[in-house]
């Protein structure tokens, strides 16, 4: 998967809007503010995605491509390569896990008012 195949994706979710809040490399994607992925545009090898943490440790296992989001808390983000052998199919199933992820955190009534747009399969 590219990058522009990728911000396709994230953006293609329901209330998904990107933005560069640290500097001019660093894309952020968010869902109502809150951030479920990023991708430094200077290196887009590396692509980085919230996940539950024993899915992360789980996932850094099993496939080499998969680390520990260099900068960011290892428990909750990990990086994946861009370049490996993940399939893209693959790939937009933990785009979708990071963006629910973050759904989750949202408090009910945020929910509750936006629950039709934020249902995600």
């Known amino acids: 998967m590219d990058v522009e195949s990728v911000r396709d994706y994230c953006l293609s979710l329901p209330l998904a809007t990107e933005d560069f809040p640290f500097?001019?490399?660093?894309?952020?994607?968010?869902?109502l503010g809150k951030i479920f992925a990023m991708i430094d545009l200077?290196?887009?090898e590396w692509f980085v995605l919230k996940c539950n943490p024993d899915y992360a440790v789980e996932l850094r296992d099993?496939?080499?491509e998969i680390?520990?989001?260099w900068h960011m808390n290892k428990k909750?983000?990990?990086?994946?390569?861009l370049s490996g052998m993940l399939t893209d199919r693959f790939v937009e199933s933990l785009i979708?896990?990071?963006y629910a992820e973050v759904v989750k955190k949202f408090p009910r009534r945020l929910?509750?008012?936006?629950?039709?747009?934020?249902?995600?399969?």
């Open 96 to 98: 979708r896990h990071s």
């Open 42 to 44: 200077e290196d887009t």
């Open 62 to 64: 099993r496939y080499p």
């Open 23 to 31: 500097d001019e490399t660093i894309l952020a994607f968010r869902v």
């Open 67 to 69: 680390k520990g989001a």
């Open 76 to 81: 909750y983000w990990n990086q994946l390569s």
């Open 111 to 121: 929910k509750q008012e936006n629950a039709v747009i934020l249902a995600v399969e």
